[in-house]
């Protein structure tokens, strides 16, 4: 059991680490996936330290767990040579592979992923401190998104599979790919936000170039062979290196026809500048978030702290669509920052393999800095520290903190924190939290807690038009996967589902003719004779 003493977070010594949680062995990567080969790599590597620490003689030191290549501005561009040599104007194997084919691939590397899956969720464990419960279940919900995904593809070509005759034309319309696809994911959710992008472009035609995060990149290597055994050479490669080195060079190329990126505004900018077509490029974004809650004079209280806690807490804080603000009613403030301070004082903190763990330790080295300084920006400018241990650092952990109250001169009042920090605001007029999301350069989720159904009625009509998702009595959150995710303002362009991103990641495309008896003869023998895997009335059950 981990043990605590002011706050601090004791860290195990390497034999007290559970052996059915040990890595074997450290992970080298010495290779990468380029045009369906894994190509050796001898080049420079970084070296992967978790931020779970040990305790050695020494004093603490962090797990070194393996390494993965630095590759260059050369290899990248010649995975994205092969992407586009796979892609070949839409000509090639994948793009015009009928929609029942690309699914048995996608099905053959799910097959293929489920036996990586308990070295994928220890390695995504060790890599970013996330509990082992919560990266099987990013595991086990990565794959109920790709077999959701093929079950929507499905779908949507049974929909298609039919001619519309209007006015004298028959048409028949599908979606049809966009090209060459570069994939960014996060490093909160390594596996399942990269795949929720990467897989929905694979299955509606496009090639692909994935860039694994800093920090959780060694779990994609178990998968990168899966990869080029389950599809055509060059539709999936893998690109790794410092994003800086290796990214504006394939911008600047002008050849990335979709820009996935899972992060910063500031980023997705920068990049989406580099490329010279900027009209040609599509990009699918998810950014910055500072969501709210909001919990009026009617909310229930103890309601309010179960969910807020949560949304401000879980994996530490570090989701898009955490809570990372609170506003409460004055009549409610100090009731509800005692609750909250003892709800926080109960929660289990620990490494990430013990059962019921809820705070563990962060996987950015600088982050409990900066969230310190964050601390100190705020009691600077007049707020109050108000839960016991709060701010405590030992190495990468960092204890919860309850901040208030927050005001329009702090750090916290606007910067996405990232991280365990729970900055919150008193008002007496709902016109404040209001205001302060319209003037948000954010609009992605809010929380609204009220028992009140003509003041909820109230405040959803204006702040639909601000955020793109209301929760009522509950914590801000991406799924169900069916439901869109997106964003307003700096949060987000483009939007992601199961069935949205089916459609972000392909266009509209129809094959049209006048109906004369000439031209219907020519349809039915196409279709009749399968001689086109795009005008087909084919029905995939």
């Not at 620490?53 to 993965?68: D, F, H, S």
């Not at 994928?120 to 970013?128: N, S, T």
Request: hydrophobic share 40%; with cysteine.
């Amino acid at each position: 059991m981990t043990q605590l003493a002011n706050g601090l977070l004791k860290f195990p010594k390497a034999q007290e680490v559970p052996e059915e949680f040990r890595l074997t062995e450290e992970i080298h990567q010495n290779e990468y996936l380029c045009n369906g080969q894994m190509k050796p790599w001898n080049g420079d590597v970084h070296e992967v330290y978790s931020p779970i620490c040990i305790e050695t003689e020494e004093g603490l030191k962090r797990q070194l767990i393996g390494a993965y290549p630095i590759c260059t501005a050369k290899e990248a561009m010649e995975a994205l040579d092969a992407a586009e040599a796979a892609y070949g104007n839409g000509r090639g194997e994948w793009p015009t592979l009928t929609v029942g084919a690309r699914i048995k691939c996608i099905e053959k590397f799910v097959h293929e992923m489920m036996e990586k899956r308990d070295l994928v969720a220890k390695l995504i464990m060790w890599e970013i401190g996330k509990s082992y419960t919560d990266s099987l279940k990013e595991f086990d919900r990565t794959v109920q998104y790709i077999n959701a995904t093929v079950d929507a593809l499905k779908d949507l070509d049974r929909q298609s599979s039919g001619f519309h005759l209007v006015d004298g034309i028959a048409a028949q319309v599908r979606r049809s790919p966009l090209g060459v696809v570069l994939c960014m994911g996060p490093f909160n959710y390594p596996l399942n936000e990269t795949y929720t992008t990467l897989i929905p472009a694979l299955i509606m035609g496009n090639t692909v170039l994935f860039k694994p995060p800093k920090h959780g990149s060694l779990l994609h290597y178990p998968l990168l062979e899966a990869f080029g055994k389950c599809f055509p050479k060059g539709v999936v490669n893998s690109v790794y290196g410092r994003g800086a080195n290796i990214i504006p060079p394939l911008m600047e190329s002008g050849r990335i026809n979709v820009l996935t990126l899972i992060g910063s505004s500031k980023v997705a900018d920068k990049l989406k500048k580099q490329h010279p077509k900027v009209n040609r490029l599509r990009a699918i974004l998810g950014l910055d978030a500072k969501n709210a809650a909001i919990i009026t004079a009617n909310a229930d209280l103890d309601q309010a702290v179960k969910e807020s806690l949560a949304g401000a807490l879980s994996f530490n804080g570090q989701r898009c669509t955490a809570i990372k603000i609170v506003f409460v009613h004055d009549s409610l403030k100090d009731q509800y920052l005692e609750k909250l301070s003892k709800a926080i004082s109960e929660l289990k903190i620990g490494m990430p393999w013990e059962k019921g763990v809820n705070i563990t330790p962060l996987p950015e080295p600088d982050k409990p800095q900066y969230l310190k300084d964050c601390l100190d920006d705020a009691v600077k400018h007049g707020a109050r520290i108000i839960n016991e241990n709060a701010g405590e650092i030992n190495e990468s952990f960092f204890y919860p903190a309850i901040v208030f109250p927050v005001n329009e001169k702090m750090k916290l009042y606007r910067d996405e924190q990232f991280g365990p920090i729970i900055p919150v605001i008193s008002f007496s007029d709902i016109e404040e939290p209001i205001d302060y999301l319209i003037d948000s350069p954010h609009g992605q989720q809010v929380s609204l807690f009220s028992d009140d159904s003509h003041e909820l009625a109230r405040l959803i009509d204006p702040l639909v038009n601000q955020v793109s998702r209301v929760n009522i009595n509950s914590q801000c959150q991406r799924g169900p996967d069916v439901f869109p995710f997106t964003g307003r303002k700096d949060s987000a362009e483009g939007t992601l589902s199961v069935s949205d991103a089916l459609r972000s990641f392909s266009i509209r495309s129809l094959v049209a003719t006048k109906l004369n008896d000439e031209n219907k003869k020519l349809l039915n023998d196409i279709v009749s004779d399968e001689e086109s895997n795009f005008l087909s009335t084919k029905f995939i059950f």
